[in-house]
């Protein structure tokens, strides 16, 4: 799959005004015309792998400042914002957002930082930040992909395949061997509240039986994550979160992030992937990881020279709560929605135990998007005890998605389900699941004739 053309003006705007040049002065170092880097700086020219390096070498650039030095995440982030009811009179095209990043990335980013801070549903302007919304937002600007934790998570997984088949026993080992810490598993009697325990006076890594073998596989894994400590390290700087607990969401997702790269190395994934035709539960079994993981690992795909497709994904519970959101590179609207539309098939997952479900989305502006989607159990349940379950959402363009296994037999250009945002961003007239109107719109009321819905509304 080729790799999406570079833009990024504003970073070497950022650059060049750093090093105190003017246009002139910097392209005569690059040896451009004037001309050629004030459309580069506009956004109206890609960074060429030839640009790139001459930049590394002349002004100590370091490219893969790049994957999170877009502000607000982006064109496609700005947008997903933008379609806030809030800004639906305004009518602000790709265009519109491609020349005001172009010409004005520090207020790009102020918006879509003010933006997020109030909650991105009327939250009041002096409402406490939320850590969880500065931690995806700093997630969204890398695209869910950090190429360092990926580098030495591989070589980690390497090194351990070379000591023995068995991944766990070899991380097992290894944290006897390097770390000083046996790995013992508990009875739940002893460890009732708990799924994982650190007790560093008795140098135990202590697990719960209730833990299934892609838990434990995950929990050695993340314990191993202090091996990249330099590299996790270096994010959680560079995210310069002022609140601690959103420091210790971003370091803890990060943590999480090594050890799925552990447990799914990314080449040796990603050939899996294409191999498969992305099939979710083969992938489970050849790496030994759960439904959740794999589904979140193939929203981290992007390594230059080496993309696999660009996923989405979606946790969310029965009564609509979402609680984990990766866009990765898809750009997806259904990620940052309002709300979720009930038409989305997401929900019959509770339904219907480990079987994937699937279905083609027709959304408002046009795009088309195929998902799949499984019911997953949290560990720990307990007989008795209270049975949580969430349903994971994968989802990728549907003109990506003819090499899917899950898409074989599906007409990807056939009828395909309206869906919205959630009831208050859609605003299709004739919805008979609609449950209030959207917002930003006048409510339209007549005692003499009754539609599909009860709630009229002004169109267009």
């Not at 790009?108 to 003010?114: L, S």
């Not at 080992?173 to 650190?198: A, Y």
């Not at 599906?410 to 959630?422: E, I, Q, Y």
Request: aromatic residues 6%.
């Amino acid at each position: 799959m080729a790799d999406p053309k570079l833009f990024a003006g504003h970073a070497v705007r950022r650059l060049r005004r750093g090093a105190g040049l003017t246009q002139a002065a910097m392209a005569e170092t690059l040896g451009l015309s004037p001309s050629y880097l004030n459309l580069v700086e506009r956004n109206q020219r890609p960074l060429s792998a030839t640009l790139l390096l001459r930049l590394a070498e002349s002004f100590d650039f370091d490219p893969r400042t790049l994957a999170a030095s877009e502000p607000g995440g982006g064109a496609d982030a700005i947008r997903r914002r933008l379609a806030d009811p809030l800004f639906a009179d305004l009518e602000i095209d790709r265009a519109e957002v491609e020349e005001w990043l172009a010409g004005a990335p520090g207020g790009a980013e102020a918006f879509a930082r003010a933006f997020d801070r109030a909650g991105k549903g009327g939250a009041a302007p002096d409402a406490a930040p939320d850590p969880a919304a500065a931690v995806r937002h700093e997630v969204e600007r890398w695209r869910n992909h950090f190429a360092d934790l990926d580098a030495a998570a591989e070589a980690l997984a390497d090194e351990l395949r070379l000591g023995a088949g068995d991944l766990y026993g070899a991380m097992a080992e290894r944290l006897r061997v390097k770390h000083q810490l046996s790995v013992r598993i508990l009875p739940v009697e002893v460890m009732p509240d708990r799924l994982k325990r650190l007790d560093l006076h008795a140098r135990q890594l202590q697990l719960s039986e209730l833990l299934d073998s892609a838990s434990r596989s995950f929990a050695l894994a993340q314990q191993l994550a202090g091996e990249a400590r330099g590299e996790i390290d270096a994010l959680v700087r560079g995210a310069a979160h002022a609140d601690r607990t959103a420091e210790r969401l971003f370091r803890r997702h990060l943590t999480g992030y090594f050890a799925a790269a552990v447990m799914m190395p990314y080449a040796r994934f990603l050939r899996a992937c294409e191999g498969t035709g992305y099939d979710t539960e083969l992938l489970q079994r050849r790496f030994g990881a759960g439904f959740e993981q794999v589904a979140h690992r193939l929203t981290t795909l992007q390594r230059v020279g080496a993309r696999g497709l660009p996923f989405f994904m979606i946790r969310t519970d029965r009564a609509g709560q979402v609680s984990k959101r990766y866009a990765g590179a898809s750009a997806s609207p259904l990620v940052e929605g309002l709300g979720l539309c009930p038409l989305w098939n997401l929900f019959e997952a509770f339904a219907r135990p480990s079987e994937l479900v699937t279905q083609l989305l027709g959304l408002e502006d046009g795009s088309r998007w195929f998902t799949l989607a499984r019911s997953v159990q949290p560990q720990g349940t307990r007989a008795g005890g209270v049975r949580a379950r969430f349903a994971v959402g994968l989802g990728l363009a549907a003109g990506e998605a003819g090499t899917l296994a899950a898409a074989r037999g599906v007409d990807l250009g056939g009828n395909a389900t309206p869906v919205g945002l959630g009831c208050r961003a859609c605003t299709r007239l004739d919805c008979p699941q609609r449950s209030a109107p959207p917002a930003g719109r006048a409510v339209i009321l007549n005692e003499r004739e009754m539609g599909l819905t009860p709630w009229g509304f002004a169109g267009d």
